[in-house]
C-alpha cells in the first residue's frame, strides 16, 4: 500500500491513483446519492434524492432501478441479501424482504408519527433508525429484524439526530445536533446497553454544528464529521479510546460544509462535503491534503482496507490501486435554494427574501455570535416560490448575527452585522 500511494505522485494529475478513488462510470446520477450499503464486496444498494433505490450485483460496474418513490430518500441499510431499510426526508420509511424486488411502507408498524430517517445503523436482529437533521430528535428500534419497533424521544439530549454506528450488540453512538441551551453544539451520544440508556460523550467547539456521519476503522478508532454551519474552517471528531473521549481535530481553514467521512483503516481517510473534491489523511487526522475528486460526499463505506464506497453527485469506488480512469469534469456543487436581505449593515429592520427552487422542507432561523437561536422564521415543507420575511434589529446588541437555512438539499449561511 505504501509503494503504491509514494509512486502515484508522478502520475498525471488527471489520474488519482494516489488516493485510490476512481469513477464509476455507470453508476446513477442525481443530484445527490446520499447513502450506500453493501452486503459483500459485490452486492451493494444506493438511495438518491430523486427517491430511487439503485443496486448492483457486481461491484458498482451496473446499476438497476428498484424503486422510485416521491420522497428525498436519505438512508438504506440492509442486514443481509433480502431484508433492506430505506429513510426519506419526508417521513416515509420502507422496508424489502425480497432484496429490494418489492417495497412495503413501514410506518404503520411504528408507535409514533415520524419526519424522517437519516441514518440507519444495526448488529444481528437489533436497528436503530436516527432522526432527523431537523426537529425533533428521536431513536426507532427493534430487536427482532424490524417486525416491531419502540419509539425514543431524545430532545432533551440532541435537537437532531443524524446517524447510528454500533460497535457490537451493547455498545452503540448515535450523533447529532445540541440543543439550543448548550448553543447548538455538535453531540455524539453512546449506549452502553444496546440503545436502552444514553449518555453525551462528545462536544464540538463549534456552535451551530453537526456531528453528522461516524466511522470507527477498529473498536478503539472513531471519528465523526462537522457540519459547521458557520465559520471559515472545518474539523472532525476523533477517539482513540473506543468512544469514552473525543477530540476536535482541524481539516482546512476553508469550510467546506463536510458531511461525509470514512476510513480505510485506523489512518488512512477522507472527508467530503457539499463543496467540490475531498481531503485525504494519511496520519489519522494530523495533515490532510486537498483532491479535486468527486463532489457533494455524505457517505464513504469500506468493506476492508482496500475496497470501499463512497457517494454524493454519483457512486465512486476504492480499490488502493490505478485503474488509470481519468478524471470526469468535477461540476461545483450548486445551492438551489438561496436567500438576500437588506440592508447589511442593519440597524433597523432586516428585510429577508427566500428562494425555494422546489418543494421541501424548510428550517429558517436567525443566530447570534454565540450560537443561540433568535428567530425562528419558519420551520414547515415549503412549495417552490418566493417567501419575504422582517427581522427586527432594532433592540439587538451590536456585532454580527447569522441566517441559516437547512433544506433537505443543502444547508446555507449568511451574517449580517447589527449596528446600534
Not at 140 to 157: A, I, R, V
Not at 192 to 203: H, K, L, P, T
Request: charged fraction near 15%; proline fraction near 3%.
Amino acid at each position: 500500500m505504501k509503494k503504491i500511494l509514494i509512486l502515484a505522485f508522478f502520475l498525471p494529475l488527471n489520474v488519482f491513483a494516489q488516493i485510490g478513488w476512481n469513477y464509476l462510470p455507470n453508476a446513477v446520477k442525481d443530484q445527490r446519492i446520499d447513502d450506500v450499503s453493501f452486503i459483500n464486496d459485490l452486492t451493494g444498494w444506493v438511495v438518491s434524492s430523486g427517491g430511487g433505490v439503485y443496486k448492483t450485483n457486481n461491484g458498482g460496474l451496473t446499476w438497476i432501478t428498484q424503486l422510485s418513490a416521491s420522497e428525498y430518500l436519505r438512508s438504506v441499510e440492509f442486514l443481509n441479501d433480502t431484508l433492506g431499510f430505506v429513510g426519506s426526508l419526508d417521513s416515509s420509511v420502507y422496508k424489502t424482504i425480497d432484496g429490494g424486488i418489492t417495497w412495503t411502507l413501514l410506518n404503520p408498524s411504528f408507535p409514533e408519527p415520524v419526519h424522517g430517517v437519516c441514518g440507519i445503523g444495526h448488529f444481528g436482529g437489533t436497528i436503530i433508525m436516527v432522526g432527523y437533521y431537523g426537529y425533533p430528535a428521536y431513536i426507532l428500534k427493534s430487536t427482532d429484524y424490524g417486525e416491531t419497533w419502540n419509539y425514543y424521544d431524545m430532545s432533551l439530549m440532541a435537537a437532531a439526530l443524524i446517524d447510528c454506528y454500533f460497535i457490537n450488540q451493547d455498545k452503540v453512538f448515535v450523533s447529532g445536533l445540541g440543543t439550543d441551551e448548550t448553543g447548538n453544539h455538535g453531540v455524539i451520544l453512546r449506549s452502553n446497553d444496546g440503545g436502552i440508556n444514553w449518555q453525551e460523550v462528545a462536544s464540538t467547539p463549534a456552535e451551530i454544528t453537526y456531528c453528522w456521519k461516524l466511522d470507527f476503522p477498529s473498536s478503539m478508532v472513531g471519528y465523526s464529521s462537522q457540519e459547521q454551519l458557520i465559520g471559515n474552517s472545518s474539523h472532525i471528531m476523533k477517539t482513540t479510546d473506543g468512544g469514552n473521549t473525543w477530540s476536535s481535530i482541524y481539516v482546512t481553514d476553508s469550510n467546506i460544509d463536510m458531511q461525509g467521512i470514512g476510513f480505510a483503516n485506523d489512518t488512512l481517510g477522507w472527508v467530503g462535503g457539499h463543496s467540490t473534491g475531498m481531503y485525504q489523511t494519511t496520519d489519522g487526522g494530523h495533515n490532510w491534503t486537498y483532491y479535486d475528486f468527486g463532489n457533494n460526499f455524505n457517505r464513504f463505506t469500506f468493506l476492508g482496507q482496500n475496497l470501499g464506497y463512497a457517494v454524493g453527485k454519483s457512486v465512486y469506488k476504492f480499490t488502493g490501486i490505478t485503474t488509470g480512469i481519468n478524471q470526469i469534469p468535477n461540476p461545483g456543487s450548486e445551492s438551489i435554494h438561496d436567500f438576500s436581505f437588506s440592508p447589511n449593515p442593519s440597524s433597523d429592520v432586516l428585510k429577508i427574501k427566500l428562494h425555494i427552487a422546489k418543494n421541501t422542507k424548510v428550517i429558517f432561523e436567525i443566530y447570534n455570535n454565540e450560537g443561540k437561536l433568535m428567530r425562528e422564521l419558519a420551520d414547515d415543507q415549503f412549495t417552490e416560490g418566493i417567501y419575504n420575511y422582517e427581522f427586527d434589529a432594532k433592540k439587538l446588541p451590536g456585532g454580527i448575527y447569522y441566517v441559516v437555512l437547512r433544506t433537505n438539499e443543502h444547508f446555507l449561511t449568511k451574517s449580517f452585522t447589527v449596528e446600534n
